[in-house]
């Protein structure tokens, strides 16, 4: 068998290609495989895929290929381009690449498997190829699965953002809870970031009537928002947020009250869970909170407490729960707990309506560590564009069409 026959079985070329020549340059450390056809030989038009065509003239094309051991692989070869009656002049599609890539499809589907395991940055120094050429790709093989997601099962969202690049930028998440994956990410965190998903799960098959719930934080962009586009939606605010403010809350106490308390300093972990402090934490908190009960940082670290309590109740008595524990914390006389009291009630039914929804939060925080990935793996990423994409790619659960 000569080598060139083995190239053509391996490269899984049919008539009328077949590989003419290939030659190894050991300097360069480059390996050529030039593909060719038969005079005579006919092509079937891309356009409207009439077959017998001759080749009206032809134009040289180049691909790289999978590395052959340590060499550089790449393909050359004349395209035809063809005159169809219907159509007009077309250059014809080869079977190993996509029309315009500079890459065989099997180098492609090298990539992009890559892509989801290391940074971009990473893979465009181990191929020895410029980034931008890699992103050109990812962004196309996710573009043509986002085309072709359908989003018409959805019922329950869940809005998240994240930030690029120093904050600078922000990154809006749509993420269908019960996938979970992300189905839409946009630049922004106004309230035209909804308007945006709306119309994008109106292009996928999904209908904006038919979303049951959303969650979100309480950003006053996300609400409106949602009263908007959503009508139909039931809101549930996250609960790892709803915590968040209370925790703000008794850290706020704390630092207010260390300036005459030594005893307070470096005591964050008021705000952690008592389940997740160290040994010696749990002692010096034991100290604060059950022998120092005049502390106002204790009194408020209680309140924290009993409002986590609040997510153990049964559905039914959720809403008296939180009544009584409003009046506690309404009547503390600790400015920052009644703020955060206050927050809480003006959010009301959304942060009741967890206990209709069940909104899971695992399954925000499971997205948002995906995101962090993303986040990594397009290390320098430049553009907002770039990030986004590897989000689709890592969260967003796309059936990419690679021949592999
Ligand atoms: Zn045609």
Redesign the pocket.
């Known amino acids: 068998m000569r080598d060139i026959d083995l190239f053509q079985m391996a490269l899984g070329l049919t008539p009328p290609w077949q590989v003419s020549d290939a030659k190894f340059n050991l300097k360069k450390k480059r390996l050529d495989i030039r593909i060719d056809f038969p005079r005579g030989s006919t092509f079937t038009?891309?356009?409207?895929?009439?077959a017998g065509?001759k080749a009206h003239d032809t134009q040289k094309k180049s691909w790289r290929h999978l590395n052959s051991f340590q060499h550089e692989a790449y393909l050359t070869a004349r395209v035809p381009r063809?005159k169809?009656?219907?159509?007009?002049m077309?250059l014809v599609d080869v079977l190993w690449a996509r029309s315009g890539s500079g890459f065989t499809l099997l180098f492609e589907a090298i990539i992009m498997t890559m892509a989801k395991s290391m940074p971009v940055k990473n893979i465009a120094e181990f191929i020895n190829e410029h980034d931008t050429r890699l992103w050109r790709l990812l962004h196309h093989y996710v573009d043509e699965a986002r085309d072709k997601a359908d989003h018409s099962s959805v019922r329950k969202v869940g809005m998240d953002e994240t930030c690029s690049k120093r904050g600078q930028n922000y990154v809006s998440l749509f993420v269908d809870l019960e996938g979970p994956k992300v189905l839409f990410a946009t630049e922004g965190k106004d309230a035209f970031t909804v308007k945006r998903f709306k119309q994008d799960l109106t292009d996928h098959n999904g209908e904006p009537e038919a979303i049951e719930e959303m969650c979100s934080d309480m950003s006053p962009s996300f609400i409106s928002g949602v009263g908007k586009y959503f009508p139909n939606a039931h809101l549930t605010f996250d609960k790892f947020h709803i915590m968040k403010i209370v925790n703000e809350a008794v850290d706020k106490v704390r630092r207010q009250e260390q300036k005459d308390r030594p005893e307070l300093f470096r005591t964050r972990y008021w705000l952690k869970n008592f389940k997740n402090l160290k040994p010696s934490q749990t002692e010096t908190l034991e100290e604060l909170t059950i022998k120092k009960l005049n502390l106002k940082t204790s009194r408020a670290y209680h309140i924290k407490l009993n409002f986590q309590e609040l997510f153990n109740q049964p559905a039914e008595d959720a809403k008296a729960y939180l009544k009584k524990w409003y009046f506690w914390a309404t009547h503390s006389r600790l400015e920052p707990i009644k703020e955060a009291a206050y927050t809480i009630k003006r959010h009301w039914d959304g942060v009741l309506r967890w206990f209709q929804s069940n909104v899971n939060n695992g399954t925000l925080e499971g997205i948002n560590s995906l995101v962090q990935a993303a986040k990594a793996r397009s290390c320098g990423y430049r553009t907002t564009r770039n990030l986004i994409t590897m989000i689709y790619l890592i969260a967003g659960k796309l059936k990419f069409a690679l021949s592999i």
């Open positions: 038009c891309p356009g409207c895929g009439q065509m063809i169809c009656d219907n159509c007009g077309w």
